[in-house]
C-alpha cells in the first residue's frame, strides 16, 4: 500500500478513549502531488494535539515516499486554520504547545507545499501558512495573529518570518493590533501569490506544483534549498553560498544534458505562447 494510503488508513483508526474517532487529516493523491487536508471543519480546523501529530506524521511519511513530490496543503469548511484549539489548551499547560515537531516537519518536506488558503488562517493557522513555500488565497481568506490579545508568543516563526516577508512597519500593525487582513490586502502585501475563486482553490495549487514538478527534478529542489538556505543568511554570505553551490552543480552538468532541457524549454514556450 503507497506511503499515503497508510497514512489515510491510520488517521480512519485513531481511537480516542478506545471508541473510534473521525479522521482529522485527509490526504488524496493527484499522481505526484498529495492533497493534505485539515480536516476539523467543526472546529475551524483548530490544531488539536491530535491533529498537530498527524500533521507532522504526515508530512514525515510524505517525505520519506519517493512517489510525492509535491504537497498542496487546505483546510476543510470555512477555514483553513483557526490556531491552536483553546479549548483543549486551557485544560493543559502551555508547555504542551510546541511539543509536536509539526512546522518542523513540513519545513523539512524537500519539495514545494503550496498553501491553499481557503478562509480563516489565524494565529497558529497563520504559522501553519507561512511554513509553505507559497500561499494561493480564495477570496474568503483571513489571515489574523492573534498572540498579543490571547497573551502568549509565538513559537512557530511567526514573528520572524512575516516582517522578512512584508517588512517591518506592516508586520507590526497586524502582530500588535491582531486585526484581520482580508485576501486583497493580503496580495497586495506580498503574503499570497495570487487570489482565485474559491472552487478554482485547490485545483490552481495543483496546477502550480505540477509545473513545479515537471521542471528538472534535480535542479528544483536544489534551488528550493538554495533560496530557504539564503534566507537565513545575511546577504553577502549568502551570495557565497549560491556560487559555492553553482559551481559544485556546475561540475556535475553535461552539454548533452543542457541541450535536451534547452528544447524542451523552447517547446514550451511555444505552448504558452512565448515563441
Same mark, same amino acid.
Given at each position: ?32 502531488i498529495a492533497v493534505v487536508t485539515l480536516d476539523r471543519p467543526q472546529a475551524m480546523n483548530a490544531l488539536s494535539r491530535e491533529l498537530r501529530g498527524a500533521l507532522a506524521r504526515a508530512f514525515e511519511d510524505l517525505q520519506a515516499d519517493p512517489g510525492t513530490g509535491a504537497i498542496v496543503l487546505t483546510g476543510a469548511g470555512r ?118 475563486? /474559491? @472552487?478554482?482553490?485547490?485545483?490552481? =495549487?495543483?496546477?502550480? *506544483?505540477? !509545473?513545479?514538478? #515537471?521542471?528538472?527534478?534535480? $535542479? ?15 546577504? /553577502? @554570505?549568502?551570495?557565497?553560498?549560491? =556560487?559555492?553551490?553553482? *559551481?559544485? !552543480?556546475?561540475? #556535475?552538468?553535461?552539454?548533452? $544534458? ?15 505562447? /512565448?515563441?
Amino acid at each position: 500500500m503507497p506511503i499515503a494510503s497508510r497514512i489515510l488508513e491510520a488517521a480512519r483508526e485513531n481511537r480516542r478513549g478506545g471508541e473510534m474517532s473521525e479522521p482529522v487529516l485527509r490526504i488524496e493523491r493527484r499522481d505526484e502531488i498529495a492533497v493534505v487536508t485539515l480536516d476539523r471543519p467543526q472546529a475551524m480546523n483548530a490544531l488539536s494535539r491530535e491533529l498537530r501529530g498527524a500533521l507532522a506524521r504526515a508530512f514525515e511519511d510524505l517525505q520519506a515516499d519517493p512517489g510525492t513530490g509535491a504537497i498542496v496543503l487546505t483546510g476543510a469548511g470555512r477555514a483553513f486554520c483557526a490556531g491552536i484549539d483553546l479549548k483543549e489548551l486551557s485544560n493543559e499547560a502551555t508547555s504542551g504547545i510546541g511539543d509536536e515537531n509539526m512546522i518542523e516537519a513540513i519545513r523539512a518536506f524537500e519539495g514545494p507545499v503550496i498553501g491553499a488558503v481557503n478562509g480563516f488562517a489565524i494565529t497558529g493557522g497563520f504559522e501553519l501558512a507561512l511554513a509553505c513555500d507559497l500561499l494561493i488565497a480564495s477570496p474568503d481568506a483571513r489571515f489574523a495573529d492573534t498572540h498579543a490579545r490571547v497573551g502568549i508568543l509565538p513559537g512557530w516563526g511567526l514573528s520572524q518570518i512575516l516582517p522578512r516577508l512584508i517588512g517591518e512597519f506592516r508586520a507590526k500593525e497586524i502582530s500588535l493590533t491582531g486585526n484581520f487582513v482580508d485576501a486583497e490586502r493580503a496580495c497586495a502585501w506580498g503574503i499570497v501569490n495570487r487570489i482565485v475563486p /474559491a @472552487d478554482e482553490l485547490v485545483p490552481a =495549487a495543483v496546477t502550480l *506544483a505540477a !509545473d513545479m514538478l #515537471s521542471c528538472d527534478r534535480r $535542479s528544483m529542489l536544489g534551488y528550493k534549498k538554495l533560496i530557504d538556505d539564503g534566507m537565513g543568511m545575511n546577504f /553577502a @554570505d549568502a551570495m557565497k553560498m549560491e =556560487a559555492r553551490r553553482s *559551481a559544485e !552543480d556546475a561540475a #556535475s552538468v553535461t552539454a548533452e $544534458s543542457i541541450a535536451i532541457r534547452r528544447d524542451a524549454v523552447r517547446d514550451r514556450g511555444r505552448t504558452q505562447g /512565448a515563441g
